[in-house]
Each structure stands twice: as C-alpha cells, then as structure tokens.
Nanobody, 128 residues
Framework: QVQPVETGGGSVQTGGSLRLSCVAS????????VHWSRQGPGKEREGVAI???????TYADSVKGRFTISRDNAKNTAYLQMNSLRPEDTAMYYC??????????????????????WGQGTQVTVSS
C-alpha cells in the first residue's frame, strides 16, 4: 500500500485551528479510504476521522463537531480541518490511504491498529 505524506501541523493555543494535508500519489486514489489517526505521548494510536470513496465521513466522538475530513481526488489529497483545538488534541497525526477490501471504511476509525500504511506524521501541539 502507498505511504502518504502529512503536512500542516504546528503549535497553537487552546481554541485555535489547524488544517492538515495528506498526499498519496497513487493511480487509484479515488477508490481508497482515507484515515486520519493520532498518537499522543504515552498513548496508543486512536482513530480520528475517515472519509470513504463517496465522501462519507466518520469521526471519533472526541472530535465530532470540531474536526472535518475532506478529500480532493484530483489532487490525491485529503484534509483534516481542526477547529476549537484542546490540549488533549496534542499528538502526532498520521494519515493512511488504503483499499478497504470490502469492509466499510467507517469500521476502521475504531480499529486503527489494523492499518499498516501510515505516513510519517505531522505534529500538532495545543497549549493551555
């Protein structure tokens, strides 16, 4: 599977916003699930958001109403708009683009450990 490249992380204060990007140069990108996950210090990886090939979005309860996942298939790029950031959002954020293999994409948001094709990650730090 393709290994994407994540960008857009940074340091913000509580209540701030960031927009992460995930680029995966694959010919069949449009048919892939795209999954954002994160891993904070001393924590296990947790699923954050998924968008399927039809644009259907699924979010972890902890980010619903604050984060928005989207994709631009023409650019082989997915995005994670993060608003109202909190200190507990501090983590390394990773993206994976993968063929769901017949399993609904939304299933993976609660099963991030199944994915083996995460990118290198981009750091998000939220203070106060």
């Amino acid at each position: 599977q393709v290994q994407p490249v994540e960008t857009g992380g940074g340091s913000v204060q509580t209540g701030g916003s960031l927009r992460l990007s995930c680029v995966a140069s694959v010919h069949t990108y449009r048919r892939y699930c795209v999954h954002w996950s994160r891993q904070g210090p001393g924590k296990e990886r947790e699923g954050v958001a998924i968008i399927d090939n039809d644009g259907i979005q699924t979010y972890a309860d902890s980010v619903k109403g604050r984060f928005t996942i989207s994709r631009d298939n023409a650019k082989n790029t997915a995005y994670l708009q993060m608003n109202s950031l909190r200190p507990e959002d501090t983590a390394m954020y990773y993206c994976a683009a993968f063929d769901r293999g017949g399993v609904p994409c939304n299933w993976y948001v609660s099963h991030p450990a199944v994915i083996n094709s995460w990118g290198q990650g981009t750091q998000v730090t939220v203070s106060s």
